[in-house]
T-cell receptor
Framework: DAGVTQSPTHLIKTRGQHVTLRCSPI?????VSWYQQVLGQGPQFIFQ???????GRGNFPDRFSARQFPNYSSELNVNALLLGDSALYLC???????????FGQGTRLTVV | RKEVEQDPGPFNVPEGATVAFNCTYS??????FFWYRQDCRKEPKLLMS???SGNEDGRFTAQLNRASQYISLLIRDSKLSDSATYLC??????????FGKGTMLLVSP
């Protein structure tokens, strides 16, 4: 069975640009969450979607937005990129909103 | 205020050693608890869930003390392949997984 897949795996963007990251959850999983991980820190929660509705939002600015599609895949959008947005962006899928989460390989975003 | 605190590390141990990681969490409403393992520049991978009764998976034993809001992970007979960062993770009962900073383990021959 396919695990959580994310695309792209690596991305380089310029300050001020916009980026869209994509995630496909494990088949049958209805919950998708997004996390940001900067070097030396644990992942920080950005969003959770369950059954296409936002269930939770972390302490991130409005430049960050996300959505979940009818097939449960998800997009994370970041506008007006800052240097500080450079990080590993992780998508996690789970069967329910409070069960074990399984992570994709991440998208490594570099903002220059 | 950090919500999940872990031993700062790194822990350097020889092969065959027993090593213990400790973790405390601040949200008393937290409902589920996990240990994840993360290799360098890779995604976190679920190592084990943690239950109030304690649970064991081979060389790994996890324990939870809800009264003290404390979680532990014990690794027996360390292998070179155990070298990684171990992340203590708490579900807040709604939707959020809160991660500690992680504790790095280095197992040497």
């Amino acid at each position: 069975d396919a695990g959580v897949t994310q695309s792209p795996t690596h991305l380089i963007k310029t300050r001020g640009q916009h980026v869209t990251l994509r995630c496909s959850p494990i088949s049958g999983h209805k919950s998708v969450s997004w996390y940001q991980q900067v070097l030396g820190q644990g992942p920080q929660f950005i969003f959770q979607y369950y059954e296409k509705e936002e269930r939770g939002r972390g302490n991130f600015p409005d430049r960050f937005s996300a959505r979940q599609f009818p097939n449960y895949s998800s997009e994370l959008n970041v506008n007006a990129l800052l240097l500080g947005d450079s990080a590993l962006y992780l998508c996690a899928s789970s069967s329910d909103w409070n069960t074990e989460a399984f992570f994709g390989q991440g998208t490594r975003l570099t903002v220059v | 205020r950090k919500e999940v605190e872990q031993d700062p590390g790194p822990f350097n141990v020889p092969e065959g050693a027993t090593v213990a990681f400790n973790c405390t969490y601040s949200n008393s409403a937290s409902q589920s608890f996990f240990w994840y393992r993360q290799d360098c520049r890779k995604e976190p991978k679920l190592l084990m869930s943690v239950y109030s009764s304690g649970n064991e998976d081979g060389r790994f034993t996890a324990q939870l003390n809800r009264a003290s809001q404390y979680i532990s992970l014990l690794i027996r007979d360390s292998k070179l392949s155990d070298s990684a960062t171990y992340l203590c993770v708490v579900n807040d009962g709604y939707s959020t997984l809160t991660f500690g900073k992680g504790t790095m383990l280095l197992v040497s021959p």
